[in-house]
């Protein structure tokens, strides 16, 4: 905390009127003290309220000047000026926490790798876990099995040369799965629009139709007896794509020879969940923007670049046309596996926010999300056992289950650091 109280000492004067000088001056600096305290207190108090186990109460805080833009990049740089603009606020780098009950959860066994942009499908008890990256110099091309019957890891399944290693878009009917696009390599290498179906009962694969263009990441659902592929990023990674294509598919195969045209999303990107709940489809979160190859990089190296997170929610209903409902608690991004239906809720379990206004860092979320399809409303029902994105959530026998994705650095720093394997669970009890 900055104290801008400075003493000035006057000499030639009498001694009272020194006493009183230096009465006066301690007086107010001590008044200063007061209200920095209480200030720190009211602080406190709001940081207590959200439960302990990844806020931390000491955490760090930023100085940010009151009247600068959040969005230059030199903010916070410029001390001086920030020394005679006067009145400040305080920002933790924790601040973008919601309050959320904790949780108790169990760690189960760790995936045989870890990953990052990986995807998941869950079947009745069998749980496919899709690609990913074990770094950015390393892609996974196969799927790791895991039975929620058994809690074990029971089977490895090698995916097609052709297929794309992350940011995909899957899909399932309850036996056959379908993986759209998505990006081939490592770092922040080119898409491909080459799509499969694979049978889990026999583990056989077939092509479906590329779709029309590549897309990074693109809303994927089996809707009605089609496969919809809206948004994504387009072929350079960071371009937001609107565009949305239907195939009518059965048992793994294309019925049709080409990708249909369809009404277009109301806002485009990657990273979003994609929720089929009978006659209705709901496409939640995302973001605008992603990182792209460093121009001219031999290896295609990722460069961050301009990203906007959201946390929109579109439904798109039987008539073909679009409707907004209420936003999610906050923006969140990355949680195209993250999500799970429970009682008529959608569940979803951590993400990427906004990034933070002073530092520009990435912030992990680490809350659990419920949905209301009654009510169509959102509550924050808990928290996860740190802040993760690129969750991988299922449910089964009353408990929930995540696993993998980029974890934060620690209860007081949101921006993420490891990428793990993990699983956990924790009984749910939906409110
Ligand atoms: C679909 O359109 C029909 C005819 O215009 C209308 O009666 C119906 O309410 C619409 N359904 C939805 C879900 O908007
Ligand atoms: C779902 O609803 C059923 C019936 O009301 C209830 O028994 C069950 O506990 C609920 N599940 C969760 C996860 O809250």
Redesign the pocket.
Known sequence: MVMPTRFHYHHGHSSSISKIVIFFCLSSFLGLALLANLFRASLSTNYLSIASNWVDTNAPVILIPNNKDPDNPDNGKDVKNTKRRGPQRFLSSTFADLPAPEWHWEQMPSAPVPRLDGYSIQIKNMFYVFAGYANLDHVHSHIDVFDFSLNKWVDVIRMPEEMAHSHLGVATDGRYIYIVSGQYGTQCRGPTAASFSLDTATKKWKTLPPLPAPRYAPATQLWNGRLHVMGGSKENRHAPGIDHWSLAVKDGEALEQQWQDEIPIPRGGPHRACVAVG?RLFVIGGQEGDFMAKPGSPIFKCSRRHEVVYGDVYML???M?WTILSAMPKPNSHIECAWVIVNNSIIITGGTTEKHPVTKRMMLVGEVFQFDLDAMKWTVIGKLPYRIKTTLTGFWDGWLYFTSGQRDRGPDNPQPKQVVGEMWRTKLHLP
């Open positions: 006659d209903d039987k008539n046309s």
